[in-house]
């Protein structure tokens, strides 16, 4: 059975039969003999075999690190190079970059699409036009049409009065201005003479006239009733008309002022804003509590106040009741 001695002297001389080895230049990686060619001397040496197993054992484990041994495993788990990797991630992130540029721009045009008040398509032809105020109803309304139609009927009555005063044409004015008219062409009348012309012809035309205006006046009556109805109507709707006012204005009373007052003033507590630099809203604030302190003092004196008067006629009170007992 050789030993180990044996192995070194036989290691010794092959050594010195095989030709000197080189120096390893820096970079360069020496050269571990196959598993093959240890396996006859190993077989000589049970420490040797120890070696040779343990040494197969964390090749095994490496292999299963690392994913070499299988090359069906290297070219199914493949690692790109360093450089490619670099190049990807640089890709990536340009990427990554020109998405958040073009998701800003959009949130942007979306926010400025927001803020710009819209205007309808036909506004420049409505510009200069006064817009009606808040809450002003912009298409007639029942109150309204009744009102148009109640002055309308106002107008047609009043030019009916203007026709019916038109058929009078025996007016004596309007006949004193035609006989006048006419006897200013005849220069050589005297005063006499145009007088008793004019009560000639006024004589002789009312007496011409006068079955004219009884065959007129009938239907000037009958028209004067119509027309009265016509005004009594419109009457009762201006007495509505006047008792809706009166009664919105009562309604529309200081109540109703004091209401909106107090609206106001709770809104614009609710919505008001402190405007100023920290010290004078620090000097604002202690004037507010200095305000707040002297209204509880105030308060408070007040409350004692009111109970030495509750004490003063409490005491007044059983002074009376003690007198009344001693006298009876």
Do not use: F, N
Not at 78 to 86: D, G, L, N
Not at 285 to 301: E, I, P, S, T
């Amino acid at each position: 059975m050789a030993t180990w001695q044996d192995l070194q002297r036989k290691q010794a001389r092959s050594a010195a039969a095989a030709p000197a080895a080189s120096p390893l230049s820096p970079g360069a990686v020496a050269v571990v003999p196959p598993v093959a060619a240890v396996a006859p001397a190993a077989a000589s040496s049970p420490r040797l075999q120890a070696l040779m197993a343990e040494r197969q054992r964390l090749e095994g484990r490496m292999s299963s690190l690392v994913g070499g041994g299988d090359e069906r495993d290297a070219a199914r788990y493949s690692v790109a190079p360093a450089a490619q990797r670099r190049a990807e991630a640089q890709q990536w992130l340009a990427q990554r970059e020109a998405g958040r540029e073009a998701l800003s721009s959009r949130r942007l045009a979306q926010r400025s699409r927001r803020e710009e008040p819209a205007r309808p398509a036909s506004a420049p032809s409505r510009e200069g036009v006064a817009m009606p105020e808040p809450g002003t109803p912009t298409s007639p309304t029942a109150w309204s049409r009744l009102r148009d139609a109640r002055h309308g009927a106002q107008r047609a009555l009043r030019q009916v009065d203007e026709a019916l005063a038109s058929t009078d044409a025996l007016d004596g004015r309007k006949l004193d201005r035609a006989l006048d008219s006419a006897l200013d062409r005849q220069p050589g009348l005297s005063t006499e003479d145009r007088a008793r012309v004019k009560s000639q012809a006024r004589d002789a035309l009312s007496g011409a006239a006068a079955p004219l205006r009884g065959a007129l006046d009938e239907p000037k009556r009958k028209a004067q009733q119509v027309l009265g109805r016509a005004r009594d109507a419109l009457a009762a709707g201006e007495r509505i008309e006047r008792d809706w006012q009166s009664r919105r204005d009562a309604i529309g009373g200081p109540d109703l002022s004091r209401v909106a007052q107090s609206y106001e003033q709770r809104r614009h507590r609710l919505l008001d804003v402190a405007t100023g630099s920290v010290a004078q809203l620090a000097e604002r604030m202690d004037g507010l509590r200095q305000v707040l302190q002297q209204r509880r003092a105030d308060h408070k004196a007040q409350e004692r106040e009111d109970e030495a008067r509750r004490e003063r006629a409490l005491e007044r009170r059983q002074q009376r009741r003690q007198e009344e007992g001693s006298t009876v």
